[in-house]
């Protein structure tokens, strides 16, 4: 009896993971085709990134600001050039599949949210400064 309540939920859950899988591939896809690696290039310095980091970052952001898991699940999906992707032909003699796309919005959003980091992490002096900070409010809160 209860696998089958649980089961709803644990299916969000493999869905949210997996469209939040697509985003981020379709970003770090996205950022090669530019620079030829997965950097984010911001004002005051590049953030490179790898699919686990940019996976914790965007959820966790959407989490801190009290989205539940359909309503992030559902703006991942939004995000998304689903059309493209359901369109997929790469090529003419072998087409193994191809990767997600972001619609303009998409990319958009991504890079508002990096861009935001970057200038949080510069106000706090750079990326040492920052791990100084949170280790300082880490240790407070330890305390109290």
Same mark, same amino acid.
């Given at each position: ?5 649980? #089961? !709803? ?16 591939? /379709? ?6 085709? #530019? ?16 699919? !686990? /980091? ?7 952001? #959407? ?13 991942? @999906?939004?995000?998304?050039?689903? @059309?493209?992707? #359901? ?12 990767? !997600? ?31 100084? /900070? ?11």
């Amino acid at each position: 009896m209860n696998n089958v309540i649980r #089961l !709803p939920s644990a299916r969000l859950e493999l869905d949210h993971q997996r469209a939040l899988t697509w985003v981020c591939d /379709a970003y770090l896809f996205y950022l090669v085709s #530019l620079h030829r690696r997965p950097v984010y290039r911001h004002q005051h310095g590049d953030i490179s990134l790898n699919q !686990p /980091a940019l996976q914790g970052f965007i959820d966790s952001y #959407l989490k801190d600001k009290g989205w539940d898991i359909e309503r992030r699940h559902a703006h991942y @999906i939004d995000i998304l050039d689903l @059309i493209k992707y #359901l369109h997929r032909s790469n090529s003419q003699f072998i087409d193994w599949g191809t990767v !997600p796309a972001l619609t303009p919005r998409g990319i958009r959003w991504m890079n508002a949210c990096l861009s935001r980091l970057g200038e949080m992490v510069n106000s706090y002096g750079g990326w040492k400064g920052y791990i100084t /900070a949170v280790e300082e409010v880490q240790i407070n809160e330890k305390g109290i």
